[in-house]
């Protein structure tokens, strides 16, 4: 068996004194990195020493690839601060040189792998680009293999498994960071027994195997546990956002719609009518607008109540959308006025969709209290024209509108930029 020099404190104080110091420059560096990192995107590495190129570099434009690679580097950090921690403890002598020279090159060639595997994309045919489970898996190996070979140092890998299982919390799901649990008890398990078995002259060591064994498990159990509960926080947040979601589009949906017959509004309808005016400016397009009135309205309010004239406007409106295109527009323009918006379309054709609307009225039961009454409209139809303003166009068939009230209503009249005249 092969003896290793006795490692005292005198040693320490008397040669190793500045090896403390730069130790703990080192670990404010991982620190600040790991801080830093944890908070990187790709717009903060411009703005960092212009360093974007570097990322790119280094896990190409993607910016998906660059969060999963900056998380790799913390791993690659962690894993680092481990080999150095051993090599050091190879100069002076505390640790086998060839046991440690194994590790460090195995461990050297699976980061290689790993960014291997990143760098060229490969890990996005994965089921988990990110190979979170697959990373802490060969960490927690490796650092059940430098326990093995730590000698006085040992315990640095139960402080970097904490490290690399919190670490963990954020970049893994909770049945992969359970498993990577189970995993590193049973590794550090095996550890413990190899290392009491190899020093079993040593009671104290023995003793110390039990005692770093304990507090693994509960280490381990305490992770679990944060787990579960960072779960239930996800879970809880995930829900809060679908209902805050669901609620937004509620409210953009109220905030668009008319509340007695569900067509648009007519705020939003002007909108609409901006856009596609915009639209047709620039391909030199066309699109008609047609103003529809109930005729006599008032007359079914005063004989039979606002009940029934509300009833009417519902099945107006509902014969309306079921007789247009689905590229057409139809809003409720304000009290028993709606406005038609036909996309890509002359008035001749519009006048045959609004002649097969007032067909399908006809036929229609507008108020299931009242079976045998039956209302009509009247429509006024207009073009748009190039670089006019909405308000010009909407005037325009306003005007047709009126036209087709003066005339007897229950018909459809075009203004004279339609290209013709009074249509019953």
Same mark, same amino acid.
């Given at each position: 068996?092969?003896?290793?020099?006795?490692?005292?404190?005198?040693?320490?104080?008397? +040669?190793?004194?500045?090896?403390?110091?730069?130790?703990?420059?080192?670990?404010?560096?991982?620190?600040?990195?790991? &801080?830093?990192?944890?908070?990187?995107?790709?717009?903060?590495?411009?703005?960092?020493?212009?360093? #974007?190129?570097?990322?790119?570099?280094?896990?190409?434009?993607?910016?998906?690839?660059?969060?999963?690679?900056?998380?790799?580097?913390?791993?690659?950090?962690?894993?680092?601060?481990?080999?150095?921690?051993?090599?050091?403890?190879?100069?002076?002598?505390? %640790?086998?040189?060839?046991?440690?020279?194994?590790?460090?090159?195995?461990?050297?060639?699976?980061?290689?792998?790993? $960014?291997?595997?990143?760098?060229?994309? !490969?890990?996005?045919?994965?089921?988990?680009?990110?190979?979170?489970?697959?990373?802490?898996?060969?960490?927690?190996?490796?650092?059940? !293999?430098?326990?093995?070979?730590?000698? /006085?140092?040992? /315990?640095?890998?139960?402080?970097?498994?904490?490290? %690399?299982?919190?670490?963990?919390?954020?970049?893994?799901?909770?049945?992969?960071?359970?498993?990577?649990?189970?995993?590193?008890?049973?590794?550090?398990? +095996?550890?413990?027994?190899? @290392? #009491?078995?190899?020093?079993?002259?040593?009671? &104290?060591?023995?003793?110390?195997?039990?005692?770093?064994?304990?507090?693994?498990?509960?280490?381990?159990?305490?992770?679990?546990?944060?787990?579960?509960?960072?779960?239930?926080?996800?879970?809880?947040?995930?829900?809060?956002?679908?209902?805050?979601?669901?609620?937004?589009?509620?409210?953009?949906?109220?905030?668009?719609?008319?509340?007695?017959?569900?067509?648009?509004?007519?705020?939003?309808?002007?909108?609409?009518?901006? +856009?596609?005016?915009?639209?047709?400016?620039?391909?030199?397009?066309?699109?008609?607008?047609?103003?529809?009135?109930?005729?006599?309205?008032?007359? %079914?309010?005063?004989? !039979?109540?606002?009940?029934?004239?509300?009833?009417?406007?519902?099945?107006?409106?509902?014969? %309306?959308?079921?007789?247009?295109?689905?590229?057409?527009?139809?809003?409720?323009?304000?009290?028993?006025?709606?406005?038609?918006?036909?996309?890509?379309?002359?008035?001749?054709?519009?006048?045959?969709?609004?002649?097969?609307?007032?067909?399908?009225?006809?036929?229609?039961?507008?108020?299931?209290?009242?079976?045998?009454?039956?209302?009509?409209?009247?429509?006024?139809?207009? @073009? $748009?024209?190039?670089?006019?303003?909405?308000?010009?166009?909407?005037?325009?068939?306003?005007?047709?509108?009126?036209? +087709?009230?003066?005339?007897?209503?229950?018909?459809?009249?075009?203004?004279?930029?339609?290209?013709?005249? $009074?249509?019953?």
């Amino acid at each position: 068996m092969k003896y290793l020099p006795e490692f005292t404190l005198a040693d320490l104080h008397s +040669a190793q004194a500045h090896y403390l110091i730069a130790w703990a420059v080192l670990i404010s560096a991982v620190v600040v990195c790991v &801080t830093a990192m944890i908070r990187c995107n790709s717009l903060w590495l411009h703005r960092w020493l212009s360093l #974007g190129w570097l990322s790119d570099f280094l896990f190409t434009q993607d910016p998906k690839q660059k969060t999963i690679g900056l998380r790799y580097l913390v791993g690659v950090v962690n894993c680092t601060t481990g080999l150095v921690a051993l090599n050091y403890g190879v100069s002076i002598g505390v %640790i086998d040189a060839d046991g440690c020279r194994q590790l460090t090159a195995a461990a050297v060639l699976v980061m290689a792998v790993f $960014y291997g595997l990143l760098r060229t994309g !490969w890990n996005q045919k994965l089921a988990n680009p990110s190979m979170s489970e697959a990373q802490m898996a060969s960490a927690i190996a490796f650092l059940g !293999w430098g326990y093995l070979i730590g000698g /006085p140092g040992a /315990p640095v890998a139960l402080m970097l498994l904490f490290i %690399i299982l919190m670490f963990g919390m954020f970049t893994a799901t909770s049945r992969q960071l359970i498993r990577s649990s189970v995993l590193a008890g049973v590794v550090f398990g +095996a550890a413990f027994i190899m @290392t #009491g078995v190899r020093e079993s002259g040593s009671p &104290t060591l023995v003793r110390m195997q039990m005692v770093y064994f304990g507090v693994l498990v509960i280490m381990l159990v305490s992770v679990c546990l944060l787990v579960n509960e960072m779960a239930r926080l996800r879970a809880r947040l995930t829900q809060r956002k679908t209902d805050l979601t669901a609620a937004l589009a509620q409210i953009k949906e109220l905030a668009i719609r008319d509340e007695l017959t569900g067509l648009f509004n007519r705020r939003h309808m002007v909108s609409v009518l901006n +856009a596609e005016g915009q639209r047709t400016d620039r391909s030199q397009g066309r699109f008609c607008l047609c103003l529809i009135d109930v005729d006599h309205f008032k007359a %079914i309010n005063d004989e !039979w109540g606002h009940g029934t004239g509300d009833e009417v406007l519902r099945s107006l409106s509902n014969v %309306i959308a079921a007789g247009l295109r689905e590229t057409d527009v139809v809003a409720r323009w304000g009290g028993e006025e709606f406005l038609v918006l036909f996309t890509e379309t002359d008035c001749e054709d519009a006048t045959v969709v609004i002649e097969r609307i007032r067909l399908m009225l006809s036929d229609t039961m507008v108020c299931p209290a009242l079976p045998d009454l039956r209302v009509t409209f009247s429509a006024g139809l207009t @073009t $748009y024209q190039v670089d006019e303003s909405i308000v010009a166009t909407i005037e325009r068939a306003d005007q047709a509108l009126y036209q +087709a009230k003066a005339t007897g209503r229950n018909r459809t009249e075009r203004h004279t930029f339609c290209g013709g005249d $009074y249509l019953a």
